[in-house]
């Protein structure tokens, strides 16, 4: 149980760090806004996590009690997922790009908004919970929708902290990237090994 507690905590830190288009467009607000505003989108980000974990829990949850086969073949579809995402970084260019430019100067309230939104309205996201959460169930002792939401609460948590720090730090971190050019090279490996091995997981 509690080695996969931990397990789940490490692969959800990895994958918060690791480049996407949340925590950029975190640290893009930040470094052309102030932190402020960086910390109010990660907030509407990660309060729209409670909406794909209560889909997922009370969906799975009614699926693992009409059919184990059924819960097997989710857990199947989550390894190949996945492993799919693993092949769509491994494909990509490892260049991070930081368009300031391009960004609209907004109120507080309207990219909590924005955050929410994006993160509640994107079919990725509750692809890549069915995908993710499964494989991390920890006992058969208790409730399936209560494990599922102390794995969300446990997502939640992680990647605000990492979310916050990443605005906070926003300004240091950018000057980072930007002289050193492998930074991106070697976060998108990470990104994929930690797909692959997340897959292997949720496979055995």
């Known amino acids: 149980m509690i080695e996969t507690l931990v397990s789940f905590a490490f692969a959800t830190s ?6 996407g288009p949340d925590n950029i467009f975190v640290l893009t607000q930040s470094i052309v806004h102030g932190k402020k505003y960086g910390l109010v989108t990660v907030f509407g980000l990660i309060s ?40 769509k970084v491994y494909k990509s260019d490892a260049t991070i790009v930081l368009c300031e430019e391009y960004t609209v100067n907004k109120t507080t309230k309207q990219l909590f908004k924005e955050g929410f939104i994006m993160n509640v309205l994107n079919p990725k996201v509750s692809i890549f919970f069915l995908a993710f959460f499964p494989g991390f ?11 599922f939401y102390i794995l969300g609460a446990i997502f939640m948590l992680i990647s605000l902290v990492i979310f916050s ?20 090279y070697y976060l998108k490996w990470i990104q994929v090994v930690v797909f692959v091995s997340i897959a292997v997981f949720v496979l055995w």
């Open 137 to 147: 169930l920890f006992t058969k002792h208790l409730n399936t929708v209560f494990q």
């Open 165 to 184: 720090l990443i605005a906070i730090l926003a300004s240091v971190i950018s000057e980072k990237i930007k002289k050193n050019k492998q930074i991106g």
């Open 14 to 19: 990895i994958l918060a760090l690791s480049p």
């Open 48 to 87: 729209g996590c409670l909406v794909h974990t209560t889909l997922l829990a009370f969906g799975v949850s009614a699926m693992i009690k009409e059919s184990e086969n059924i819960f097997m073949g989710i857990k199947v579809f989550g390894a190949l997922y996945l492993l799919y995402l693993a092949y």
